[in-house]
């Protein structure tokens, strides 16, 4: 085991225990590697994650060379149309559908992909995601599309600390339930207990389990 493999285990056991503690059972964590090496992936797996999160198109292409991954790989970065031939090969769940242009493409280039409908709920519109009104059309012309609609995924907001997510988490959690979908990815590494106390299933960790995350130069975003 190396060192990092080390750390990772032990800081992933310290977010089980944070899961836990907030009143999760099943609720998965999806560690994010955007920025880190490979060995961040490799690490993660090892220490039993079924798959890693990424953000930027070009550094996951870079990042994985081409080789065949025993995991799956989530990309929960804002997706440009114009990336998602470069990612059809690598990508498992597509997190951040927002958009019928992006459920178009995906249903051309992916055909049946996993996808999860990003959501903005009302108090944070502007910060990606389809207004939560319109999500239901959205899911509907996914599924009309062929592509696999596994739930949704929202981002909690940036300020205001863990309590000001609780709202828009709450929202999206019903939201959900009325869908009859079953999977929600929300909550990070600062607000993953109010994520899950309203109903996560999936969390995504990065900072808690690999540390300061370093600088990535924007020509490989």
């Not at 990424?54 to 149309?81: C, M």
């Not at 059809?88 to 280039?109: M, P």
């Not at 903005?120 to 059309?137: F, L, M, N, R, T």
Request: charged share 20%; glycine share 10%.
């Amino acid at each position: 085991m190396t060192e990092l493999d080390q750390q990772v285990a032990e800081r992933l056991a310290q977010v089980r225990d944070r899961i836990s503690r907030a009143g999760g059972r099943e609720v998965a964590i999806l560690p994010v590697t955007k920025t880190f090496g490979i060995e961040a992936c490799w690490a993660a797996h090892r220490a039993g994650c079924a798959s890693v999160g990424e953000n930027y198109a070009q550094e996951l292409v870079a990042k994985l060379g081409g080789q065949q991954l025993p995991f799956g790989v989530h990309f929960i970065g804002q997706l440009q149309t114009n990336k998602v031939r470069s990612l059809v090969s690598v990508v498992t769940v597509y997190e951040t559908v927002d958009r019928l242009s992006l459920v178009t493409e995906l249903a051309k280039r992916a055909p049946g992909a996993a996808v999860l409908i990003q959501v903005a709920p009302a108090s944070q519109e502007g910060k990606g995601g389809c207004p939560i009104v319109d999500v239901p059309a959205l899911v509907d012309a996914a599924q009309a599309a062929g592509l696999d609609v596994r739930g949704l995924m929202t981002v909690g907001p940036t300020e205001g600390g863990p309590e000001a997510a609780r709202l828009g988490f709450r929202a999206t959690r019903s939201l959900l339930d009325r869908l009859g979908l079953s999977v929600l990815s929300m909550g990070m590494t600062d607000d993953l207990e109010v994520a899950v106390q309203e109903g996560s299933t999936q969390v995504r960790v990065g900072s808690a389990l690999f540390g300061e995350r370093p600088r990535l130069s924007t020509l490989v975003r």
